[in-house]
């Protein structure tokens, strides 16, 4: 009973600090400088350990009238205040740079880079870095003058643009009895692909060039040509480039005329089902190396191949439903 | 790249790694040393073996024991402090309990919290060493322990993995230099309030060595081969003779036929009052080392003292209500006339003459038939000592161990013995002859340190003498000093290298008087003095010395809030310094170098990069051209070619605070 007060009442507070510390900082840069003012000191569980046990021996001390117990016991109270500096200065002058995340599919985990740069003639130890009360923290000494990059996870929960929960910046240095921390308000987002359907689903694939307007032809090889900027690897005819150290291209006849992914060629009636469908059908087009565009409402990709169409046609599938200006 | 991620301590990897290990056996090591002498011997080795098993358990990623091994393992380890001490609490138990339970905690560290707790346990171990040891070496190891166990605590609390330990140690170290300041400001001013609250536990297999309630013969002898100090005396002016210093310890009074015993100690009569002051006294300090018993030691006869809670006892000893546990320092004035004064009540009378029934026959019929022929007690007195200095009657160390009728047996068979023997046998003659006698125990003589000018009174200083109520008071007797008188006149040293005793080590005695020893001892007492002894009347001193009248506890709250805003605000200044400093070295040089530029003729432009701000000051002053080509391309090359190298920072830093370019051209000048 009194461990669940004690723990509402901490969370309580600590709500209210996260809220009276997000209206004062407001939303901040992706790139951040810890100044001091925005840096918050608390002793930890340990510390007050600590505290409980100088306070026994300051009381064993007095009881014995022990003065080498004396000088024990203020030679630990004087670390622990003395360690208050460092805890904090440990942080100060910090430069934290968010660096976005890849896109990733729905399930999928985004990895939010930030690099930590220290310009100062000293190493940083032990800087946490997690999101703000939840997921898994990562841990890093920064070098004196120099910079790490870290990448922390977040599961991408629905398709679309994704808004990173706040992160915090926090160490415990130098003997873990205090923490010393701050908020960082970035306004972060990923991008969620729609989980493409399971690749069981013959059918979709087989309706790809019944799909397409040209359904002539199946792969037949046409042979090579030089290879053009935007051409996927996977066509790299690699054996020729070994031998002759060129970079040749199969080609396929019935390759040139572009696959159309269209909105309405999928029967499903659900949105979210017919988006997977179309999400698998970007993905085989993109693999086979034609070239492909996307009609869905409201938006067309013009037919083009390579990695730069998928992410555009998974984009545009990830953020139908969207308002405008989350697409834009 | 140290990216390999660590998550947080509840999913954290169970072993923790090997060096965090290493650390905390360096703590548990350096927590357990000053025990070694105390504690039984299966705690460290039970402690080595864990921690051994430990190591090689993370070491070969073996599993670490389920509950099933720890918990017995750790009632066990409980049950055997229990047998072993037969308590639980009490420094030795009390340690040895600790020490076992960190080692258990050691069998299941699997986060960061639980290494913690095992460096806390071990802070605790360090602590209760420092109830035991406070010799000069002790603050010496308490740095050094601190210093072990902090960097322990900096390295378990990282989450992944330690950092070189002289890393480590360097970091910890700056801790705990820029700690001391404030510590010492704690240690000066915080107000002590005085203990105990809790009773003081005993102190266990650490019997301390002194005089004690009962004389039987032989006792003396043992502490008369002990070096260890009772107390230091420093005295205002000159010393008395070596043979006035008789310092006055327990008086026993009641006799068993061969064992003397403290009277229960009765009612406070105000016996100083009967003191005629006059004749010669010495006015002293005594620095008693603690012992235990409630008596405090002073040179015969003290008049005056200024020792807390300390009374004049009936017969006519110095106690305190409270054991002496602790080093207690106090001053006294004492007369030095050789008596004491007392009052004689028909019980007090019956009591100082009561022999056993049936004990020592022989004695009594000599005392009675010696009486007989003496004109009066004096008399009789005299002839006693005459007989002991004229009959063959020896002074040893190494008497023959005497039979049931102890008095009989050595006034007539053995007729060798130390001052025990010889103050027992002239007490019983005194009251076979009806005179009240009583046996005094405490020290005679000691020996001067001429370095600290204080003396020092050992163990083996320790004495018997006899007190006989002769003209309404009582008058000290020393059978001894008739017997071996260089053992008052020269003291123990003397009456040993006289030869007349056998059996003590030369070598030792030679030690003790070298210079060396000398000044060793003189440094302990300063130790004792100025930094054991260190407590609310020390306080008082050190307000008073700055100015402060009347020292109170606001004063020292006042004080410790003053020097903690100081301390505290120095160390925030430089902290800020650090930070602004820090913040970008060769921006702040690149800054600096602007303004020095600027002087010469225009200030950078906002949007102006470095070589074109240089081109155009040059064209205006050419006489600085190369200098600001050199600076200005240096600054440039450092801020966009490739990685920041500190070292070419400040050499770049170094040349700018060299740059003090002239406000005009030279020719220009007029």
Known sequence: MMAAGLANITAGFGRALRSWAQRRQGIDPLEVELHTRRIYILPTRAGLVFALITFVMLLGAMNYNNNLGFALTFLLAAVAIVSINHCHYNLAGLRVAAMGAEPVFVGDKFQFQFALHNARDARRWQIRLNWDGQGEAKYVDVPATSQKILALSLVAEQRGLQRAPRLRVSTRFPLGLLQSWAWLNVELTGLAYPRPAERALGAAAGSLTQAGANTSGEDDYAGMRQWRPGDSPRRIAWKAFARTGQRLVNEYSGAGAPVWIDWSSEPDRNTEQRIAKLARRVLNAETSGREFGLRIPGVEVAPAQGPGQRHRCLQALALVGASASAAA | ?670
């Not at chain 2, 230099?177 to 609250?197: C, T, V, Y």
């Not at chain 2, 700055?546 to 903690?564: E, K, Y």
């Open chain 2, 1 to 670: 790249m140290s990216q390999q991620t660590t998550t947080d301590r509840r999913k954290e990897p169970a072993r923790g790694s090997l060096g965090q290990l290493l650390w905390l056996a360096a703590a548990l090591t350096v927590a357990v040393l000053p025990h070694l002498p105390y504690i039984a011997l299966w705690v460290p080795i039970l402690v080595s073996a864990v921690v051994g098993w430990r190591l090689l358990a993370a070491g070969y990623r073996w599993p670490l024991p389920s509950a099933w091994v720890r918990v017995p393992l750790a009632l066990s380890g409980f049950a055997g402090v229990l047998l072993t001490y037969r308590q639980v609490t009490g420094v030795d138990a009390g340690s040895a309990l600790l020490l076992v339970m960190a080692t258990m905690k050691l069998l299941e560290t699997r986060g960061q919290r639980d290494r913690a707790v095992v460096v806390f346990l071990c802070f605790f171990l360090l602590f209760s060493a420092f109830l035991r040891e406070q010799a000069l070496w002790a603050p010496a190891y308490l740095f050094i322990g601190v210093l072990v166990l902090i960097t322990a605590l900096l390295q378990v609390s990282r989450f992944d993995g330690t950092v070189k330990p002289a890393t480590a140690l360097a970091t910890s170290g700056r801790l705990l230099l820029q700690a001391l300041p404030l510590a010492a400001l704690f240690f000066l001013l915080f107000p002590r309030i005085p203990g105990p609250f809790w009773s003081l536990p005993q102190r266990g297999s650490q019997a301390m060595t002194g005089l004690s309630e009962s004389m039987s013969p032989g006792d003396i002898t043992d502490l008369a081969l002990s070096d260890a100090i009772a107390f230091r005396v420093r005295f205002d002016g000159d010393a008395p003779r070596g043979s006035d210093l008789y310092w006055r310890g327990p008086v026993l009074s009641e006799f068993d036929g061969r064992e003397w015993a403290m009277r229960a100690l009765g009612f406070f009569p105000k016996l100083t009052e009967q003191l005629r002051d006059e004749g010669p006294a010495a006015r002293y300090e005594i620095t008693l080392e603690p012992h235990g018993r409630r008596w405090l030691l002073a040179l015969e006869t003290p008049i005056e003292w200024d020792a807390e809670a300390a009374v004049i006892s009936a017969p006519y000893q110095l106690v305190r209500f409270r054991p002496i546990e602790q080093r207690t320092t106090y001053r006294a004035r004492s007369l030095l006339s050789g008596t004491t004064p007392g009052i004689m009540t028909e019980r007090g009378r019956t009591a100082d003459l009561k022999l056993p029934a049936g004990t020592n026959p022989r004695s009594l019929s000599l005392a009675q038939n010696m009486r007989a022929e003496s004109a009066d007690d004096a008399g009789y007195l005299d002839a006693v000592l005459s007989m002991f200095r004229e009959q063959p009657f020896f002074y040893s160390l190494t008497p023959a161990i005497l039979g049931a009728q102890s008095v009989d047996d050595f006034l007539f068979n053995t007729r060798e013995g130390f001052c025990g023997h010889y103050a027992s046998a002239f007490v019983v003659l005194a009251r076979a002859a009806g005179i009240p006698a009583r046996v005094i125990t405490g020290y005679q003589g000691g020996e001067l340190n001429p370095l600290a000018n204080h003396w020092v009174i050992r163990q083996a200083d320790a004495h018997a003498w006899a007190e006989v109520w002769l003209n309404d008071r009582w008058l000290r007797y020393d059978p001894t000093a008739a017997v071996a008188p260089e053992r008052i006149e020269w003291g123990m040293d003397g009456a040993l290298s006289r030869g007349s005793i056998a059996g003590a080590d030369e070598f030792r005695r030679r030690f003790l008087s070298t210079g060396l020893y000398m000044s060793w001892d003189a440094l302990n007492a300063a130790w004792n003095r100025w930094v054991l002894g260190f407590g609310p009347d020390s306080q008082s001193d050190l307000l008073r010395w700055t100015g402060i009248t009347a020292p109170s506890l606001r004063h020292l709250v006042l004080g410790l809030a003053i020097g903690m805003i100081a301390l505290l605000g120095l160390a925030g200044a430089w902290h800020y310094r650090q930070l602004q400093g820090s913040r970008e070295p060769l921006l702040r040089a690149y800054r600096q170098l602007c303004e020095r530029t600027a002087r010469t003729w225009r200030p950078r432009k906002p949007a102006e990069g470095p070589q074109e701000y240089a081109t155009a000051v040059a064209t205006v002053r050419p006489d600085l051209a190369t200098e600001l080509n050199t600076l200005f391309g240096a600054y440039a090359r450092l801020r966009y070619d490739g990685p920041q190298d500190t070292r070419r920072i400040s050499a770049f830093s170094r040349a700018v605070r060299r740059f003090r370019p002239a406000r005009r051209p030279p020719d220009a000048r007029d």
